[in-house]
């Protein structure tokens, strides 16, 4: 299942059009069983506590998660001229959300152009995928700059008209078309006119209209003036009904009827009506008209599919956007923007009968193709196909999500490094014993992703084990047993196939030595690590995430059994992703190798019989394959007890490397501690990490 957070800076509550096709579409995207949807606006006129409302006003059957922000963006003490604040307040509010929440959703769904920045960040940072549904093509350079910045950061674009697609698809070519509005059909079967009940006249043709009256979102005017005027051209029995006066509607159009020279009685303006009450109105009205709706490439009025399913006669303006849906003598009559034009196609579709009955029949067939349903199933399917995979998009996700930490973390350790601090710790420490421990060495995302969080990549471990070499007296682990405590030595666990692969020719050229601990059961090929193993069967998503954290925090018992159950229901080959023993022998001329148990577990899991047996058991076999001697064991994931200490040492064992950090003159040798690289480690970091990175970190975090 899919996760949407479909974010803006709406009113749900208000009036207007795309607050209910907003609406309507959230509900259907919600109702779909692959896809879960949360509203998240930081326009704070649709209350939490007031969703029924949202709901009613609506239409919406099926309810779906409204999350609402405080911010200054609809504020109404401020004016224009503060606008940047009010985006930038919106945008924080809506990132700090999509922030803390960012484990909850993979897809982020906008269609607010406004707060590209905190969608830019939430990708950047977050790794989410992102979708923006155009509506504009803005004449401001400020608004159409943001736009073409957020359909070039899009994982898709969904376009309301072909005129957007057409322009959009050059910035990013992943564009779809998907009409902005949809219909219920069933809202508008066995309608009967009941203009008594409305208050309409009852003898007069009605030439019906609902919604805006004056101006688009985008202030182009809509078009009514040369509706109106057309009644000039039309017998006195032809009457204007405009539904949607929102305050000032009238009052701007009677002054239109005044300058026309149309009586003022053939007009009639009605406030704007609940959804539920729409298709009543349209039942009353005898031809239902389209103006040009400002005529631009996004202005397709949203009234169309509804008038097509109301079973009555459309009239409409010839533009480009409304010619996508209705098409002349098919589903409607197409008119030029002139009185004259309008007055003789109203007149024709009233007087002709056979005319108006087909293009009513063709509109109500062809406005089943707009359900909301089919809308949802639309935007669903392309979502699904050109959101990253889970296994695509895993290493970008896992390494990216926090990324915003990660900056803030670079800019002030690499102040620590370009001040000197590192430099004056080194000099007054002086020498120490370094371990540098490594898991897996890659050349690409591509080898690795179900263990990518263990890997280096293979031109920054080229780089580390040269500046190690060149600054450090590279040792072996066996002269720690021996006495050496200073000097830096390169080990690796569990034994990755890629090691030998990649590390071996680097170490080899390089003249240095490391040590791999071998995981025995692993060398053999009976089993993989078992959090690899989930990622391999059921997919890098946050679902796999979320269970392997929660199997971690089970006692040991109770994981297995688990387990055990999981891996019956999913069987597929495993990846052969360790050395096996042929290659451990070949290796011999760079690695000396150390035990990590046989199984893997985790020792302080374990009883003291049975951390003998695992330590016995894999240094017998090592040493049988190796036919060297084994002194050296790596605690599996660094856990240790007093009890696995003394079974280290009754094994013969001359040494343990745990997973403590930093680097330490004269450590315990059954308790050594380690350098550990990260994945996205620099050289600069890896220089930290040596140096005042563990120290520092510690002080730190006892005051944080």
Known sequence: MISIYYIGLLDLLSKKAH????????EALNARDDISLTFVTAHSGSPQKNAALVFTMNKIKKPFPIVVLKSLWDSTNLSKFYLPFRVVSANYVIFKYLWRNRDQYQVIYTRDHLLVFAVFFAKLFFAKQIFYEIHYIYNNRRNRILTDWLAKISNGVIAITKGLENYYEKINEKIITVFCSGVELADYDNLLSDRETLGLPQEKILIGYTGNMVATNLN???????VIAALKFLPEEYY????????????????????????????IILPWQARQKIPAYLASFDILIVPKAGGRPGNS??????????????????TAPIMEILRDNENCLLVDNEPSDWACAIEQIYEDGNLAQKLIERARTEAAQYTWEKRAERIAGFIGENCCSYRECSRREIFTRKTWRRTIKKIFWYTVYFSGLNFLYNLFVGERLILVGYHSVSKNNKDCEDYCTLTVNLDDFARQVEYLKRNHKIINLTEIANGLCSGAAIFFDDGFKDVYLNARPILKKEGVRATIFLTTDLIDQKDILWTIKLKWLKG???????????????????RENKLAAIFVELKAPLPKIFMDWQQVCEALDVFDYGSHGVTHTDFDEMSEKEISTELEASKAKIEQEIRQPVLTVSYPHGKYTNIAIEAVKKAGFQLAVSTKKGAQKNPDLFILPRISPAPDDDL????????IYYPLLAIIRKFI
């Open 19 to 26: 607050a209910y096709t907003v609406s309507k579409t959230c």
């Open 220 to 226: 182009d005017p809509y078009g009514l003036e040369e």
């Open 240 to 267: 204007f009904v405009g539904v949607g006066d929102k305050g000032d509607d009238a009052r701007i159009l009677m002054e239109v009827v005044k300058k026309s020279g149309v009586a003022p009685s053939r007009i």
């Open 301 to 318: 009025p949203t009234k169309m599919i509804e008038y097509m399913a109301s079973g009555k006669p459309i009239v409409a303006c010839k």
């Open 540 to 558: 890098i998503n946050p679902e796999t995430e979320k269970l392997i954290d929660s199997l971690k925090d089970l006692p040991r018992a109770e």
């Open 684 to 691: 600069i970091f890896f220089k930290l990490r040596l140096g």
